[in-house]
């Protein structure tokens, strides 16, 4: 059997990641070989990838060329450090690869007693938080 070749893309269209008609995720249940015409049918993973707009595959591209640096995504985009940052962040939380929000840790016993102090809490907020620490 020879090298495997890859054919030429017919199609440069992208599937879409969602069903017209109700919004739910749509599943891949059927590929084909476009050299040979055999297809194969059943319930495939989803590639988290191909429901990137063009603008985000560049901007992927160009952030792994340049090998993570976006100072360089910057210079090469055209747009301002902040910009460029806010773009890479869209496009890891469109991946599911974004930061999970931190929650806000529960303030100590002496933050509490010191903020009632600074006048930053009424005697009764410090009570509530007070109880809701011994719980």
Do not use: W
């Not at 590639?47 to 063009?54: K, N, P, T």
């Not at 962040?89 to 009632?116: F, M, N």
């Not at 930053?120 to 007070?130: D, G, K, M, S, Y």
């Amino acid at each position: 059997m020879g090298p495997r070749r890859r054919p030429a893309e017919r199609h440069s269209h992208r599937p879409p990641a969602d069903c017209p008609v109700c919004g739910d995720t749509l599943t891949i249940t059927r590929l084909g070989c476009s050299s040979c015409g055999s297809e194969l049918a059943g319930v495939f993973a989803p590639c988290s990838f191909c429901s990137l707009e063009e603008s985000e595959v560049q901007m992927l591209r160009v952030f792994l060329s340049s090998r993570g640096n976006l100072r360089e995504v910057e210079k090469h985009l055209g747009v301002s450090y902040p910009t460029a940052r806010a773009r890479f962040s869209g496009l890891l939380d469109k991946l599911g690869l974004g930061e999970e929000p931190e929650t806000p840790a529960a303030p100590t016993r002496e933050q509490i007693l010191s903020e009632v102090a600074s006048g930053a809490l009424t005697p009764a907020e410090a009570q509530r938080l007070l109880a809701d620490l011994t719980r």
